[in-house]
């Protein structure tokens, strides 16, 4: 049977998600490789909507000639456009209508979007945090990001039954460990180029060694926390979310052996041939368990 228009459309426009994750993420759209079709498409389709987010906020917006009210001006349509489409399963965006389709059809709502688009305006306005803004922040930048992801992962085939706690606890930690490593890689960035402080009561010029081993101590808990809950996922979802956390453990590595003064001048990174051998380390453990 031939597809519909709008099911041509749907296609097309997950398409263009999946090109978002392979153009701005090796490490995620390795991940995502070891989940199955429809899951993947899903994944794509949530990190697509949250980089455009993203990158209207870090810059792009801004290097293509908008002022800071025009910025903001264009992260509010988007979130608008992302809740019309959700009430109405269309959108002209290709990427709002991607993300909309998966999100009506796995139960994400505004309750996970709006914390989300709200940590994004606050980088427009704001540049240091204290302790209960940074936390507001992770929440909603991070954290919700993995409770959609969990809501995809909840209805695979074979997936674990109960567990509820774990899971939402996990998806927290492991979304809040992603930022915050984040936060220690763009460090030079925030600092020099956009002028924001995410750390609390601290002078970015005046980072230390003490400070980054402080947060990378914090970092690996959150690893440590969001482990417990991957052995309750369904086995592919637990592979690739295996994987991501994997990916992350070797940027922390990388981040605690580079010295404070070196991430206030330059971004670390994991070379992608060890990207691949980890990814591979972890197909490989999977089918051993599989094959079990």
């Known amino acids: 049977m031939e597809p519909t228009a709008l099911e041509r459309y749907t296609a097309a426009a997950s398409r263009s998600s999946r090109v978002v994750i392979t153009q701005y993420s090796t490490s995620f759209s390795l991940a995502c490789r070891m989940l199955d079709r429809a899951t993947r498409l899903h994944i794509s389709n949530i990190y697509a909507l949250v980089r455009l987010a993203d990158e209207v906020v870090d810059g ?16 509010q349509r988007l979130e608008e456009e992302t809740e019309a489409a959700l009430r109405t399963g269309y959108s002209t965006n290709l990427i709002v209508h991607a993300f909309a389709c998966t999100a009506r059809s796995q139960g994400i709502g505004t309750t996970l979007t709006r914390p989300f688009f709200a940590s994004m305006r606050s980088d427009l306005s704001v540049d240091t945090h204290d302790a209960a803004t940074l936390e507001d922040y992770i929440y909603g930048s991070a954290e919700v990001v993995g409770l959609m992801c969990l809501e995809v992962f909840r209805k695979m085939p074979h997936a674990p039954s109960g567990h509820d706690c774990d899971l939402d606890s996990a998806a927290r930690h492991l979304g809040a460990a992603f930022q915050k490593v984040n936060f220690l890689r763009d460090l030079a960035e925030d600092t020099s180029e956009l002028g924001r402080s995410y750390f609390p009561g601290l002078d970015p010029k005046a980072f230390s060694d003490k400070h980054k081993d402080q947060l990378v101590t914090e970092i690996r808990a959150d690893l440590e926390m969001a482990a417990i809950g991957i052995r309750h996922l369904a086995p592919r979802a637990a592979h690739a979310v295996g994987t991501a956390h994997g990916l992350f453990e070797a940027l922390v590595d990388e981040l605690d052996s580079t010295p404070a003064s070196e991430l206030l001048r330059r971004r670390i990174s994991v070379p992608n041939r060890r990207k691949a051998l980890i990814a591979l380390r972890s197909s490989w453990g999977y089918r051993r368990k599989a094959a079990a």
């Open 60 to 75: 792009v917006a801004s290097e293509a000639g908008l002022g800071p009210a025009a910025v903001a001006e264009a992260l």
